[in-house]
């Protein structure tokens, strides 16, 4: 998805701009997205083709389906082209820094360089490993019968094999909250990013707010 997709990439050249759901009138398509993202994004390109628009609030977006027009975006005319504005809000910066993720240009390429031989076969080769140990010793400690909070599950296998990869640390340690007290911090920190980056820090939501003091 990219907001500032050219709408030329549509294929129907005499089109004023690319096709797409309607919406409602304030929240755009962000309910139905949120509700079942995955099959409302299927049934668009079922519907409206290879370049679906539509709007989230008062943002409008492009989903690009073809092959070729995500490589038009992503690499042959990259320069063309900026980072999606959720990602250039200033908490998502606070939050990630001047990085790959949020940065541009020469200094984009001059991280990607740097960055690049963490992603070489062998090396990836070795993060599988230890996502599949990971993964081994987490349903070691299921029972049958047991109930599970997967997404919570989820959450610390995916900590714990970046903190491993990256930063080549042990697992985590079990603290008094159980796995709970980490796990929650950083879900609290991803949905007030998620809040602030649709509002793009000009609405309060009950989410953000806790956060708001520790602004500089």
């Not at 062998?122 to 081994?136: E, H, K, T």
């Not at 610390?156 to 603290?175: A, C, D, M, P």
């Not at 980490?182 to 820090?201: H, I, K, L, T």
Request: net charge positive.
């Amino acid at each position: 998805m990219n907001e500032v997709v050219s709408e030329k990439l549509t294929k129907k050249p005499n089109a004023s701009r690319a096709p797409g759901p309607k919406g409602s009138f304030i929240q755009g398509v962000m309910s139905e997205f949120n509700r079942d993202t995955f099959g409302f994004i299927e049934r668009c390109r079922s519907d409206y083709g290879d370049v679906v628009r539509m709007r989230f609030l008062y943002l409008t977006a492009h989903f690009l389906y073809h092959p070729a027009d995500i490589e038009y975006v992503s690499v042959t005319n990259a320069k063309n082209f900026i980072k999606s504005r959720s990602l250039r809000t200033p908490f998502f910066r606070r939050l990630v820094g001047n990085g790959l993720l949020t940065s541009e240009g020469e200094v984009w390429k001059r991280q990607r360089r740097l960055a690049q031989p963490a992603f070489h076969r062998q090396r990836i080769s070795a993060y599988a490993d230890v996502m599949v140990d990971y993964a081994g010793r987490m349903i070691a400690d299921w029972r049958e019968g047991d109930e599970r909070d997967i997404h919570r599950d989820m959450m610390r296998l995916t900590l714990e094999i970046v903190v491993k990869t990256l930063f080549q640390r042990g697992r985590l340690r079990r603290s008094r909250q159980g796995w709970a007290s980490p796990v929650a911090d950083c879900e609290a920190v991803c949905f007030a990013g998620d809040c602030e980056m649709d509002s793009d820090n000009r609405l309060p939501t009950l989410h953000s707010s806790p956060f708001q003091p520790g602004r500089t």
